[in-house]
């Protein structure tokens, strides 16, 4: 599931970013304790085997290793190679999710272009959508391991509702090489044209409107499946991770402790005679290396970001909800039936590209063998069903019990005191003074009465009586608020008795 923290990032407070570092679902720990654990192990066995079970002949023969290590590592580019591929990824994981087909944008249209309150149009309606909903559990089906495990086989899709079992025939009688995930396209276009003779699109424009939105889904579905096909090149992504390992592979070595060169000891000596060869300055032995499990920490956790990323569709925490979206997008589209004309939110871009083969093959199938060869329109299997949930396997059965994702501030948690919910309206008005304001940090010093730095300071030099500033706010005149009046009228006499000598 989405991991969310925006609602806790909504102000800016001391500690904001400090609190999250304590969640685990999710976090940078989760992703990279193994390997973390893996490099401190062997940093440790090298330590121990070059402390206790080496003999002075071979401790320098280390040490000359581990220097040349030490300096090798820093010919590796880690920070220019890997910062330029971790925007990549993060740059392409952004727009897979923005090329994800969401029907509201094309369900507005349907809703408000294809006419017919009887039982005719509202089966007309919701068949269009059906399609669409149809071509995009296609695709999903295609990229996330998700709704692959919920939909394993056709005969799941059709158990869903979302397709007839006249249509899977259609469907499967269909012979092609590649992804059929455009045939309910196909026959939304050829419908949209047989209620467009009917007369139940009224005019071209509408109709030439609806299939200019279903052009744009299409389009997210080709992107989206093509996002699926090609994928980053495969070389940078090996350059990146031989870069990491053999980075860290030097610093198991370079970085461990050894006994200063003997030139530079002989240099010391000779320049002070008859003194105890002091270590050299640098050299101190640090049993636990921090600042080099700092720096493996840093750089190959910046690697697993880019290895979550890379691929959304997958079951990681941070992966896109893809179940949840066909749930979304399923309830959303038996609107359109339900409400008739009834309008909902708005989504929109997105763009497409189809290599050559596929496009020949996919067109002269689509134009040809598919033009006016309709499946029968019938009722879906939520046709009385206010609040459609589509089936889910054993595998994805967890999926279901994950609450809707409906915003940020829906977790936020009020406040119980029926003041703070009491309105108010902001017009000027000079009979109620100004509440008092106070601020929470300076409220601790001096005390629950006491006076906060923006009330000194409006009321510095103020003369004693009415008010200068009209503008004050006016309370409506509803339950409690001849109530608030009054203890905003004590809290100003107590704000003038406090500024009196």
Not at 339 to 348: D, N, P
Not at 370 to 389: A, G, H, I, S
Request: hydrophobic share 40%; proline share 5%.
């Amino acid at each position: 599931m989405t991991v969310s923290y925006t609602l806790k990032v909504a102000e800016a407070r001391f500690g904001a970013f400090s609190g999250l570092l304590l969640r685990w679902r999710g976090s940078i720990y989760k992703l990279l304790y193994k390997e973390f654990l893996l490099f401190s192990a062997l940093y440790a066995v090298l330590s121990i085997t070059y402390r206790l079970l080496l003999t002075q002949e071979q401790k320098h023969i280390y040490a000359q290793v581990a220097r040349y290590c030490n300096r090798s590592a820093d010919l590796i580019p880690l920070s220019f190679v890997l910062g330029f591929y971790v925007t990549l990824v993060v740059n392409r994981w952004w727009s897979q999710y923005t090329s994800i087909p969401l029907p509201d944008q094309l369900m507005c249209v349907i809703s408000a272009c294809v006419h017919g309150v009887d039982q005719s149009g509202r089966l007309l309606r919701r068949t269009l959508i059906r399609y669409a909903n149809l071509a995009s559990v296609l695709v999903l089906r295609s990229v996330s391991t998700r709704v692959l495990k919920r939909f394993p086989t056709m005969e799941h899709v059709v158990d869903a509702g979302f397709m007839s079992q006249e249509e899977r025939k259609k469907f499967e009688s269909l012979k092609s090489d590649f992804n059929k995930y455009w045939v309910p396209c196909v026959w939304f276009t050829n419908l949209a044209a047989q209620a467009r003779r009917d007369g139940q699109i009224r005019d071209d424009i509408s109709f030439c409107l609806i299939l200019e939105e279903l052009n744009k889904y299409r389009a997210k579905c080709s992107m989206l499946f093509h996002y699926d096909w090609i994928s980053i090149p495969l070389v940078y992504t090996q350059v990146v991770t031989i870069a990491v390992y053999s980075f860290f592979a030097l610093s198991l070595v370079g970085q461990q402790f050894v006994e200063p060169e003997t030139g530079a000891t002989k240099l010391q000596e000779s320049l002070e005679p008859g003194k105890e060869a002091s270590p050299v300055l640098g050299d101190l032995d640090m049993f636990v290396p921090l600042t080099t499990l700092l720096q493996f920490f840093f750089y190959a956790g910046w690697l697993k970001v880019a290895e979550q990323l890379i691929n959304p569709f997958g079951e990681d925490d941070d992966d896109f909800e893809t179940n949840q979206l066909i749930d979304r997008n399923l309830q959303v589209r038996c609107g359109v039936g339900d409400w008739g004309q009834r309008q909902l939110g708005v989504q929109r871009k997105g763009c497409g590209i189809l290599l050559a083969l596929l496009l020949a093959q996919v067109s002269l199938l689509s134009v040809d063998d598919m033009y006016q060869n309709l499946p029968p329109v019938e009722k879906d299997q939520y046709w009385d069903k206010d609040q459609p949930q589509p089936p889910y396997t054993v595998a994805t059965a967890a999926d279901s019990l994950r609450p809707s994702f409906l915003g940020s501030t829906f977790n936020l948690r009020m406040s119980d005191d029926p003041e703070h919910c009491l309105q108010m309206d902001a017009s000027p008005r000079s009979d109620l003074p100004a509440p008092v304001t106070q601020t929470p940090l300076l409220g601790r010093f001096l005390g629950a009465g006491g006076l906060s730095p923006a009330v000194s300071l409006r009321n510095f030099g103020r003369a004693r009586g009415a008010p200068r500033t009209p503008h004050l706010i006016r309370f409506r005149t509803e339950t409690g608020g001849e109530e608030a009046a009054s203890r905003i009228n004590e809290a100003e006499e107590s704000e003038d008795e406090a500024l009196e000598p």
